[in-house]
């Protein structure tokens, strides 16, 4: 039906081999599905498949990076087209979330790990967040500009000592060393009210195998490198046992968003490596990055591949532009919920389908709701691993 096929996906109910279409081999994809359908194992085999360009998989589970390991797929790559966010037995990488990129000034660097943080604590609800958002800004824009990492931000707010010597070293930033002197003058009750959302939130970082992780000063890690290769992967196994669910959720959209960054640099519609990003459980970490790798970034070289248990956690606009922007859906078995939003974008019945002839000899059509309230039942039904699946031609440019 669809021609060529790109990414071998299972098997019809024919019998039939069932895939991406090559034509569709650079559009956006959304799988989606609830909890041990299948979605991870069928996303790893075809994630396997994307020879001849780049694979970033952001796993805040780690099934799908997990079950990518279990295949060797690293063994196919060479060892420095592999990048791997993972502590290991002999080796730990470093990732300075707060390491100032080329062309980019500390401030920032510190805006965009703070509206990462701001978004997924808060919903982005700059009200309720006000606080957390000063806090956070100042403190993550005074140790960018000398150099520290994420693991100092509680030594920031907490040690005199070592904020005055950060201040001594900020002499091109008056407006940061103003901040640092009205946080001095707060008695002890009011530090701590400005003090312990931020503290407390990021707090994972703190400790254990994440401050070895983020707290090189200097990164090991190279995006950049990794974006300028035309084959390589990069893993990032955000464990919750490593990071609290949280602390994955943080890391996962920082990532994304010095993606988007880094991409943005290139030039439009030029020849660039083609870079494939799976992001699992986007729907927990819906970064203001996300949507513009889908609305813009499809020009410089990006497709994403999004993977879900449900959309039914964004806003009704994120929900939109996702399915304005995605080719090829697939759905594994969802709630009757989740169903009711996604039958619509799978199942195209045709407007005129008979219900019964009358004995007048009039034809009786289904209604489009009962169409749809047939085929929203039929997603709630489906066996373990079995999926509905739909390419379409997406309905935005996708940048």
């Given at each position: 039906?669809?021609?060529?096929?790109?990414?071998?996906l299972?098997?019809?109910?024919?019998?039939?081999?069932?895939?991406?279409?090559?034509?569709?081999?650079?559009?956006?994809?959304?799988?989606?599905?609830?909890?041990?359908?299948?979605?991870?194992?069928?996303?790893?085999?075809?994630?396997?498949?994307?020879?001849?360009?780049?694979?970033?998989v952001?796993?805040?589970?780690?099934?799908?990076?997990?079950y990518?390991?279990?295949?060797?797929?690293?063994?196919?790559?060479?060892?420095?087209?592999?990048?791997?966010l993972?502590?290991?037995?002999?080796?730990?990488?470093?990732?300075?979330?707060?390491?100032?990129?080329?062309?980019?000034?500390?401030?920032?660097?510190?805006?965009?790990?703070?509206?990462?943080?701001?978004?997924?604590?808060?919903?982005g609800?700059?009200?309720?967040?006000?606080?957390?958002?000063?806090?956070?800004?100042?403190?993550?824009?005074?140790?960018?500009?000398?150099?520290?990492?994420?693991?100092?931000?509680?030594?920031?707010?907490?040690?005199?000592a070592?904020?005055?010597?950060?201040?001594?070293?900020?002499?091109?930033?008056?407006?940061?060393?103003?901040?640092?002197?009205?946080?001095?003058?707060?008695?002890?009750?009011?530090?701590?009210t400005?003090?312990?959302?931020?503290?407390?939130?990021?707090?994972?970082?703190?400790?254990?195998?994440?401050?070895?992780?983020?707290?090189?000063?200097?990164?090991?890690?190279?995006?950049?490198?990794?974006?300028?290769?035309?084959?390589?992967?990069?893993?990032?196994?955000?464990?919750p046992?490593?990071?609290?669910?949280?602390?994955?959720?943080?890391?996962?959209?920082?990532?994304?968003?010095?993606?988007?960054?880094?991409?943005?640099?290139?030039?439009?519609?030029?020849?660039?490596?083609?870079?494939?990003?799976?992001?699992?459980?986007?729907?927990?970490?819906p970064v203001?990055?996300?949507?513009?790798?889908?609305?813009?970034?499809r020009?410089?070289?990006?497709?994403?591949?999004?993977?879900?248990?449900?959309l039914?956690?964004?806003?009704?606009?994120?929900r939109?532009?996702?399915?304005?922007?995605?080719?090829?859906i697939?759905?594994?078995?969802v709630?009757?919920?989740?169903?009711?939003?996604?039958?619509?974008?799978?199942?195209?019945?045709?407007?005129?389908?008979?219900?019964?002839?009358?004995?007048?000899?009039?034809k009786?059509?289904?209604?489009?709701?009962?169409?749809?309230?047939?085929?929203?039942?039929?997603?709630?039904?489906?066996?373990?691993?079995?999926?509905?699946?739909i390419?379409?031609?997406?309905?935005?440019?996708?940048?």
């Amino acid at each position: 039906m669809y021609g060529k096929l790109r990414y071998a996906l299972g098997t019809g109910d024919v019998g039939n081999a069932i895939g991406i279409p090559v034509a569709y081999r650079d559009d956006h994809m959304l799988v989606l599905g609830a909890t041990r359908q299948g979605k991870s194992t069928l996303v790893a085999d075809m994630t396997a498949q994307m020879t001849n360009q780049s694979v970033m998989v952001i796993d805040p589970h780690r099934s799908t990076v997990d079950y990518l390991l279990s295949r060797n797929l690293p063994d196919k790559y060479e060892p420095e087209s592999i990048f791997l966010l993972c502590p290991g037995k002999k080796f730990v990488p470093g990732l300075n979330l707060l390491q100032v990129l080329p062309g980019e000034t500390a401030y920032d660097t510190a805006q965009r790990f703070t509206e990462v943080c701001v978004d997924i604590f808060f919903g982005g609800d700059i009200t309720e967040a006000r606080r957390f958002q000063d806090t956070t800004l100042h403190t993550t824009w005074a140790l960018a500009a000398t150099g520290w990492t994420v693991v100092e931000i509680e030594r920031f707010l907490t040690s005199d000592a070592f904020r005055s010597v950060l201040y001594d070293r900020l002499n091109e930033f008056p407006d940061l060393q103003r901040w640092i002197m009205r946080f001095n003058g707060l008695n002890r009750v009011q530090r701590q009210t400005q003090i312990e959302s931020t503290i407390n939130r990021l707090a994972f970082f703190q400790h254990g195998e994440p401050a070895l992780l983020f707290g090189q000063r200097e990164s090991t890690i190279d995006i950049q490198k990794f974006l300028s290769l035309d084959q390589a992967v990069f893993f990032a196994p955000l464990s919750p046992d490593l990071l609290h669910e949280t602390g994955a959720y943080v890391v996962a959209g920082v990532l994304l968003s010095l993606v988007d960054t880094l991409l943005a640099k290139r030039r439009k519609n030029t020849m660039h490596p083609r870079l494939r990003i799976v992001v699992e459980e986007f729907q927990r970490y819906p970064v203001p990055s996300l949507i513009r790798l889908l609305t813009e970034r499809r020009g410089f070289g990006a497709s994403v591949t999004l993977v879900t248990q449900g959309l039914q956690l964004l806003s009704r606009s994120m929900r939109s532009t996702i399915l304005n922007n995605v080719g090829p859906i697939i759905a594994f078995r969802v709630s009757a919920d989740e169903a009711q939003t996604i039958a619509p974008e799978i199942f195209r019945p045709h407007p005129h389908t008979i219900r019964r002839v009358l004995n007048s000899g009039e034809k009786e059509f289904y209604t489009y709701s009962e169409m749809m309230a047939y085929a929203a039942h039929a997603v709630t039904q489906l066996p373990h691993e079995h999926f509905f699946y739909i390419c379409l031609s997406t309905r935005s440019n996708g940048g």
